[in-house]
């Protein structure tokens, strides 16, 4: 297995220095009444005229000590359920597009709540996306109950773990009556962890009140929280990407502190989806190798505390599939995953994170199964060097009928690209792979022509159209 270090020890033991420092001479800056006054009374210095919270080192070392390193990301599926902290690493999609590009028309458009569920769909069925986080947003639907709604076609159709945002304090209850349908028990919530929240700081060290009150209640029902900051460096964060890695910690560990003062044990996971300002056009760039460094040297602080991380890669600024976007998916992506991140998101979107391509999903399958074989590097030892096969051929001799050459391949010895085409020229000039993007886009349409698996019977569906019928009834203005 490969692991790469992108920062030193001693830059780790310096990032964590001066956390404790800004954080306690600088800190947050929050307008929340309620998140206030339980820092205060947690030992913090607060202005409440400001909203501004000042964290003593020794609470924030508390909260880290407070914060399980090891905890289940559990799907509706149980055989789906990731463990986080165990050594294993897994791929998600990316979150939130606002486009996509018709399958069938090709025409960039919004996305609508048709779109969503037909990526869940899509999703369920490939083999490398562990994690749905809601690729694009169902635009059609109301803006007060879309990502309930989301969630729930979500769970319609995928097995896997579900990850989404909450916006308001008032969306809570309905999120954990959509959970408790699904379960069947209110108590299964917390036992099962089949549903998780993004929690976005608004940098530089600013937060999202309602976001943090919402994620905060969502604490009392164990639900683990991926806070994932946003940085930019050169324009939100320091031009620097110590600096900006180092933004991103304060960020995380601010408001790993409030939760953790608020329900210590609850699982966390320490995001980071950075990137850097293009200086020619002034746009947020994350297609770059700045980005990937960024994301990885996060990943590696996330395992300085004993947490387990997520970390932003296989983005493009493309506005389509292509070279480009390949190159950028590559660049951001390969150095996160060998630095150990426990989930990668990404998988899905270009046009910095804002436009779907079904084929894109395809083809970022492929890109993943190459660079996960890197990682998983060569195979060491005397099970693998075959000096006595070696031997057994002999000069002159071929090892493709070997029965070794069999067992290895099965075995994952070399990776069995899906959609990359090795065939001559002579076979390739006729080849349906010819051209990869309409190669990958036709296996999408023939993925979502197919019946779809559904995970929840008439009746379970019926009670959540109940769930939201009274949010809508509730939230919508």
Known sequence: MIKINVLSEDDKALIHEKTLQLLQKTGIKIKSKRILDLMEQ??????????????????????????????????????????????KSYLSTDGQGCYVCDLETGQRRESTMQDFADTVALCDS???????????????????VRTLRELATAYRY?????????????????FIELLE???????????????????????????????????????????PINILPMPIAG?????????????????????????????????????SSSGILDMRTGLFAVGSPE??????????????????????????????PGIQAALEKVASGIVPWLSGTDILGGAGLVETCQCLYYEQLIIDEELFGYI????????GGEEYIFDDVIAEIGAG???????STKRLLRDGEHYIPRLVNRESHEVWVNSPKKDMRLFAREKARQILGKPRKEYLGPELQAEMEKVMQGAEKSLCK
Not at 47 to 75: D, N, R, W, Y
Not at 300 to 309: F, I, N, Q, T
Not at 397 to 403: E, T
Request: glycine share 8%.
């Open 42 to 87: 947690h030992g913090c210095q607060v202005e409440a005229s400001e909203g501004t919270i000042k964290f003593p080192p020794e609470l924030v070392v508390k909260s880290l000590e407070a914060a399980p390193g090891k905890f289940m990301l559990g799907g509706l599926d149980p055989a789906k359920d990731l463990p986080m902290g165990a050594g």
């Open 126 to 144: 490939l083999d490398y996306i562990s994690l749905y986080w809601p690729i694009i947003s169902a635009l059609d639907a109301p803006s007060e």
């Open 158 to 174: 995928t097995g896997k773990h579900v990850q989404t945002d909450v916006f308001t304090p008032q969306q809570v209850p309905f």
């Open 181 to 223: 349908v699904v379960l069947g028990d209110r108590k299964k919530i917390k036992e099962r962890n089949i549903f998780s929240v993004v929690c976005c700081p608004v940098s530089p060290l600013g937060y999202d009140p309602e976001m943090m009150e919402a994620a905060l209640e969502l604490t009392e029902f164990h639900v």
């Open 235 to 271: 324009a939100t964060a320091p031009v620097s990407l110590l600096g900006s890695v180092l933004l991103n910690n304060i960020e995380v560990l601010a408001a790993l502190t409030i939760f953790q003062s608020y329900q210590p044990g609850t699982p966390l996971i320490y995001g």
């Open 291 to 320: 980005e990937g460094l960024q994301n990885a040297a996060c990943a590696e602080m996330a395992r300085y505390y004993g947490l387990p991380s997520f970390a932003s890669g296989l983005a493009s600024d493309a506005k389509e």
């Open 372 to 379: 996960n074989r890197i990682k998983e590097g060569i195979r």
């Open 397 to 403: 001799g071929h090892f493709l009928s070997h029965k």
